[in-house]
């Protein structure tokens, strides 16, 4: 983001803590086995540090999802992951019913970190290379980012 652009909406939608557990038991489970009685075989030490690495990279992916609608893009970062939209690509912008899991279609993007919402935003844009890319943003609060993409596209230089 440049100095002085516009921040039209901002939020971070982090996982459930029921989320949580799915990656602090086999976490728990792991560090007990590294760190617990009958640990002196290197391989169950190897194994369990391996684990712990890959749980905790995964768990960072998985934690939250940041949303932001500026003057120029739509950013969506989870994890280190932030893809960044330009407004001016975004063609179809619209409310769609949803369930998770149950909508999804190839070569379609899913961003849902809650997974407690009945409606999502669906944006169609095309990419750098022309192709065209659907995104569903599950959130509670799909209207608002929705009118802030609007906003921002109601914003462009006409062309």
Same mark, same amino acid.
């Given at each position: 983001m440049t100095a002085g652009e516009a921040v039209i909406y901002r939020a971070q939608h982090n996982a459930p803590w029921r989320r949580h557990g799915v990656f602090v038991m086999p976490l728990a489970v792991a560090l007990i086995c590294l760190f617990g009685p009958g640990t002196s075989s290197?391989? !169950?030490? $190897?194994l369990a540090a391996a684990l712990v690495v890959l749980l905790c990279a995964i768990w960072i992916f998985f934690y939250g999802l940041s949303i932001q609608v500026t003057? *120029?893009? %739509?950013r969506l970062q989870r994890g280190l992951l932030e893809p960044s939209i330009p407004l001016e690509r975004i063609d179809t912008c619209r409310i769609v019913p949803y369930r998770p899991g149950s909508r999804v279609h190839e070569g379609e993007r899913v961003y849902d970190v809650t997974g407690d919402t009945t409606e999502? %935003?669906?944006?169609?844009? =095309?990419d750098a290379g022309?192709? =065209? !890319?659907? %995104?569903?943003? $599950?959130? *509670?609060? $799909? =209207? *608002?980012v929705g009118s802030a993409i609007e906003q921002g596209r109601s914003r462009l230089p006409s062309r």
């Amino acid at each position: 983001m440049t100095a002085g652009e516009a921040v039209i909406y901002r939020a971070q939608h982090n996982a459930p803590w029921r989320r949580h557990g799915v990656f602090v038991m086999p976490l728990a489970v792991a560090l007990i086995c590294l760190f617990g009685p009958g640990t002196s075989s290197g391989l !169950v030490f $190897a194994l369990a540090a391996a684990l712990v690495v890959l749980l905790c990279a995964i768990w960072i992916f998985f934690y939250g999802l940041s949303i932001q609608v500026t003057g *120029r893009d %739509l950013r969506l970062q989870r994890g280190l992951l932030e893809p960044s939209i330009p407004l001016e690509r975004i063609d179809t912008c619209r409310i769609v019913p949803y369930r998770p899991g149950s909508r999804v279609h190839e070569g379609e993007r899913v961003y849902d970190v809650t997974g407690d919402t009945t409606e999502a %935003l669906e944006v169609g844009y =095309r990419d750098a290379g022309g192709e =065209r !890319v659907q %995104l569903l943003i $599950a959130t *509670r609060d $799909a =209207r *608002r980012v929705g009118s802030a993409i609007e906003q921002g596209r109601s914003r462009l230089p006409s062309r």
